[in-house]
């Protein structure tokens, strides 16, 4: 054993190339090879004239939940969802399936935002995360659904004070947030990088990404919602009384529309100066044997991450496989989004190489599947609303990673906007605001380069940010994850 268990890094680099030898180029939670992951057969690609009450664009999460709550809302409201791909395609499909009660990327980001309206953004998420977990109840969505809340780590000094202080505030708040000493957090899972961190014990919850949003189709399916896979909308075309949604196949004619596609804002241009693509990664073991899940304990199942401004995010699977993703966010010149972005050699090096640093413990361990997917990320980290064609579309984007949980209450919001209604969601001050735009091309890549090697020097020199950063800082831009 080496030093205070932790491997050097000539051995990780050698372990992380071991470990990734034979891990397949796929997304783990639609692989249909894995036992459980029932890829359902898509719908058919919309064909002719289609006449609605409400259009979602969007087969993500977003459109999903917007369709079941129009449904519910109102049980004689003909809806109808257009999906470029399959639905759970795109990253509500690929990520690491934490389920947060935060709406606004965290509460550290939601009080340097709205500090006089953060409790009750944070109220709004917990009553959220509590209507998502009876859905997923209701309608029998098999999802692995599991509240086990989350422990955020440090593993350097620096990180310790700024977690301290989110736990001090969410306690304030009423929440069942505690503070661990390294000791503690190492009874919880055994790692030597680990300093302490804070357990949010109720706020989070895991589950099977694809799972649900295969099961909320399935449930808007029998509640009447009409859905066509393999139909992107190619323009939007303003009607007396109705807009017209153009695709390959037909068209699409609603009173009104929620338009909910995520990093692929599609001929709804305004979206494109608020929100950037970015590529997030990640790999998955092989499941733990029962020798390897006794070294790191891990007995309450949370979710995991470290407080780095580059952080990673672990946790569980129900099949007791280790899911590790973070680290690098990629953006590509002029937005672009290709298949071949979807895997990235180096990238997975450098998370394997870092699994090991964190769990030496598991030396021999395989990976599995490798993927990567495209995030919609806007320069607050929380997602932003609005309207066009005279309130006639609503729109909600810019989730930032962040959007298992908190694209429902988008979802909300976009209907309460399509009826024209005010409500607690659309009075907060998150609501009402939009997110400084990205300047256009080239200044919007060099600014983002510029921003993703600042906030790495920043974790190299003891958090401390730069004046770029801290510029950023001053107009409401603070790039911090």
Known sequence: MFPEGLIPVSATAHLAAAALADAEPRVFWQDPGVAGHDVPEPQPALSGHVITDLAVVGGGYSGLWTALLAKERDPDRDVVLLEARTVGWAASGRNGGFCESSLTHGHANGVERWPDEIAELERLGHQN?????????????????????????????????????DARRMRELGYDVAELDAAQVRAEVDSPTYLGGIYDRDGVAMLHPAKLAWG?????????????????VRAIRPEPGRLRLESRGGSVAARRVAWGTGAFPGPLRRIRHFVVPVYDY???????????????GWAGRAGMSDAGNQFHYYRL?????????????????????????????????????????????????RFTHTWGGVIDTCSRFCAYFGTAYGGRLAYAAGFTGLG??????????????????????????????????????????????????????????????NPWLRALDAVGMGFDS
């Not at 593993?155 to 301290?164: R, V």
């Not at 990640?282 to 790191?296: F, G, H, K, N």
């Open 317 to 365: 699977t129900a099949d007791n496989r280790i899911l590790w993703g973070g680290y690098d966010v990629i953006y590509h010149y002029g937005g672009k989004v290709r298949p071949e972005f979807e895997q990235r050699p180096e990238t997975f090096r450098t998370l394997a190489e870092h699994f090991f640093t964190t769990f030496p413990q598991l030396e021999g361990v």
């Open 216 to 232: 909320l189709r399935r449930a808007c399916l029998d509640l009447g919602v009409r859905i066509f896979e393999h139909t992107p």
């Open 282 to 296: 990640a790999l998955v073991t092989e499941p733990l044997s029962d020798e390897q899940r006794a070294a790191v």
């Open 129 to 165: 995360l509590d209507h998502i977990a009876e859905t997923v109840q209701r309608y029998g969505i098999d999802c692995d659904f599991e509240r086990t809340g989350a422990i955020t780590v440090a593993t350097e000094e620096w990180q310790l004070p700024g977690l301290l202080e």
């Open 404 to 465: 298992v949980g908190a694209t429902r209450f988008g979802a909300e919001v976009m209907l309460d906007r399509l009826a024209g209604v005010e409500t607690e969601r659309t009075r907060t001050a998150m609501v009402r605001t939009k997110p400084i735009p990205f300047p256009p091309e080239p200044f919007r890549y060099a600014g983002i380069e510029l921003t993703r090697r600042s906030i790495a020097a920043a974790d190299r020199n003891g958090g401390r940010r």
